[in-house]
């Protein structure tokens, strides 16, 4: 057991502690923000979409996600299933990723791309997602009016 204090190194930090220069910068999101961003399946199929395409419209979104929850083909999704998802994405879901600055959306045209923080949350999802939500991955990376 060594009791010896810690020594200042030559960059002058702790011993095991990282100068304050070698500090991730701000803009990394924390672990806390990125699970807490891929804390809901529709956030996290959102995210997967990301990984197909960088950008989609709101309603094709949501009538991709309408069509997984409901399990059947994007073609067979009805309206209000389709308005369901919009309403909770365009209020909640989306909002949410936008303050993360996950995605980007442009009212006027009502688009949604990748951000400036999605490539770390989409390598999260790359690493989690194989075994944790293979299928909903695969879904959202497909096309499913097959």
């Not at 600055?101 to 045209?109: K, Q, R």
Request: a negative charge.
């Amino acid at each position: 057991m060594d009791d010896d204090p810690p020594v200042d190194d030559e960059r002058g930090s702790r011993s095991g502690e990282l100068p304050a220069g070698d500090l991730p910068p701000r803009e990394i999101l924390d672990l806390d923000h990125v699970y807490e961003a891929l804390g809901h399946p529709r956030r996290r199929y959102l995210c997967y979409t990301l990984l197909e395409d960088a950008q989609w419209s709101l309603t094709d979104l949501a009538t991709k996600i309408a069509a997984w929850e409901a399990d059947v083909p994007e073609h067979a999704v009805g309206p209000d299933q389709r308005e369901r998802v919009y309403v909770s994405l365009y209020h909640a879901h989306v909002p949410k990723l936008v303050d993360e600055g996950i995605v980007t959306f442009d009212e006027e045209t009502e688009t949604i791309t990748a951000a400036e923080n999605a490539e770390q949350v989409l390598a999260a999802l790359s690493g989690m997602g194989a075994s944790l939500d293979g299928d909903q991955e695969t879904h959202a990376r497909g096309d499913m009016n097959e």
